[in-house]
């Protein structure tokens, strides 16, 4: 923990920490040396993680990267950390992220862009400075650079995988319920789910074990065993079927890309897998639909920060007053944006329009993974259409930023468990991850594929 400590120290020109806590790493690290004196280590015991700064953490500073928190130190420890600390990990600080964990490059926080690692050895004074992928940024940065062993991220629609891509490193989204939302700042609350960012399959399988379970406190998490997601790293993945579908070999798509998911079905053949092609005919309405849901549940969601319970307050000349000026300073543009967008759909005229639609779309594109899962045991895609741009590009076209989560988005609308595992490097000497999806709950198999293919 001491090293690691100096460790996050001498990255801080990444950006990657909002809040660094050495006391409560070198305090939970020294609780964790006398169970181990003691002969009664716990599973993940003096492991030092970095924090989604999305996650709430008992009495310390927690943002979600926005201005509108400030000063935010909650009373409560949400359930996936408290799992963790129960399980003896080490807390290194709270990690940054886009605000609010609306965006796919890090570059919407409060507390500023956080850099890739693979930027290069000076990377605060490179001329091209790479993005991470976002929204959990900070979470993939600290992994992929070494100064945590594993850090807590959370995924709506691609948060997780797509920066693990972005930097080369395992990141894993669990079926929707699996891990308990209690204690998360909520974004779009039919979609979010924690999961683990690991430099291994292995550790991910360690992490998921310890985040997983059930929570009398959130309604959403699912009351299921967790079982041993170790156990399942068998290595052996002979006669799985292994789904290709034709609808993600997108216009435009980088020569690269296409090479490297080639190379991942070469791969998992060679292991005794059998690859099918299957079709999800509904995916082209993936990204339109997500880009109405999440905002619109965004817009409910951030109903709550008005300047009266949480962090920032900008008094005015009466209630309202004060509610518009706190808003008006605390929200930055991306999340103006999505509150705009969301408010708008959920509008009495628009409503069936756009909203309801969206929630039609939705089951039809969940309906076609449960026919495709009738052909195939798990779905080999790739992670991102691309490897991690520079800062500056794509940050004046939300478009060209929300087509960056084409392959993430289908699962999270359909609720389904997803793993981006490093699949080596494009022709631009960065790193490209390989998205695997599974069936709901069945994140056994996708650890033991993505072990195959790590
Ligand atoms: N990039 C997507 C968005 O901006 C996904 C974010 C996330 O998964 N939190 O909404």
């Known amino acids: 923990t001491e ?26 690290a020294k609780a964790a040396d006398e169970r181990y004196a003691a002969g009664k280590a716990l599973p993940l015991d003096g492991m030092p993680l970095g924090i989604k700064d999305l996650f709430c953490t008992e009495g310390v500073l927690t943002t979600a990267a926005s201005h509108i928190l400030d000063g935010f130190h909650p009373p409560y420890e949400s359930t996936v950390t408290s799992n963790l600390f129960r399980d003896g990990a080490v807390m290194l600080g709270k990690l940054n992220l886009d605000e609010f964990a609306m965006g796919s490059a890090n570059i919407t926080s409060h507390y500023g862009p956080v850099l890739n690692p693979w930027t290069g050895k000076d990377p605060a004074n490179a001329p091209r400075k790479l993005v991470p992928g976002g929204s959990s940024g900070g979470s993939a940065a600290s ?16 948060s997780i ?32 789910q924690a999961g683990p960012m690991t430099r291994t399959v292995k550790d ?41 579908p034709r609808e993600y070999r997108v216009d435009g798509m980088p020569a690269e890309v296409e090479r490297v998911w080639q190379q991942g079905i070469e791969w ?9 092609e299957i079709s999800l005919p509904h995916t082209k309405y993936a990204l ?23 962090g920032l307050r900008v008094e005015g000349k009466d ?7 706190t808003r008006a300073a605390g929200f930055g543009k991306e999340v103006r944006r999505r509150i705009l967008i969301g408010t708008y759909v959920l509008s009495a005229g628009y409503y069936d329009a756009y909203y309801l639609k969206a929630q039609k779309v939705r ?10 899962y009738e052909q195939c045991d798990v779905i080999l895609t790739p992670t991102a259409p691309s490897t991690a741009f520079a800062i500056g590009e794509k940050q004046d076209d939300p478009i060209a930023m929300y087509l960056n989560d084409v392959f993430t988005v289908p699962a999270s609308l359909a609720g389904l468990p997803g793993i981006s595992v490093p699949a080596g490097l494009a022709n631009d000497g960065l790193p490209l991850g390989l998205q695997l999806l599974g069936r709901p709950f069945d994140e056994e198999t996708l650890l033991r594929v993505a072990g195959v293919l790590e």
């Open 363 to 372: 089951a039809r594109i969940a309906e076609d993974f449960t026919k495709a």
């Open 288 to 310: 339109p639909t997500y880009y109405i849901v999440a905002p619109a549940e965004c817009s409910s969601n951030l109903a709550r920060y008005d300047g009266v319970r949480f």
């Open 268 to 276: 998992l053949k060679a292991a005794g897998a059998v690859p099918v």
């Open 161 to 192: 995988r797509q920066p693990a891509s972005f930097v080369g490193i395992v990141g894993l989204k669990p079926t929707y319920g699996r891990c308990s939302r209690w204690g998360i700042v909520a974004f779009a609350s039919s979609l979010d």
């Open 204 to 244: 991910a399988a360690l992490m998921l074990q310890s985040m997983a379970g059930f929570d009398p406190k959130d309604s959403t998490s699912v009351d299921m065993p967790v079982p041993d997601f170790a156990a399942a790293l068998t290595g052996d993945i002979r006669g799985l079927r292994v789904g290709i």
């Open 319 to 325: 209630l309202k007053d004060m509610y518009e000026n």
């Open 3 to 28: 090293a690691y400590v100096k460790a996050v120290e001498a990255a801080r020109p990444l950006n990657a920490f909002i809040t660094e806590t050495p006391e409560i790493a070198l305090r939970q």
């Open 143 to 158: 992994v992929s650079g070494r100064f945590a062993i594993a850090a807590t991220g959370t995924d709506t629609g691609g």
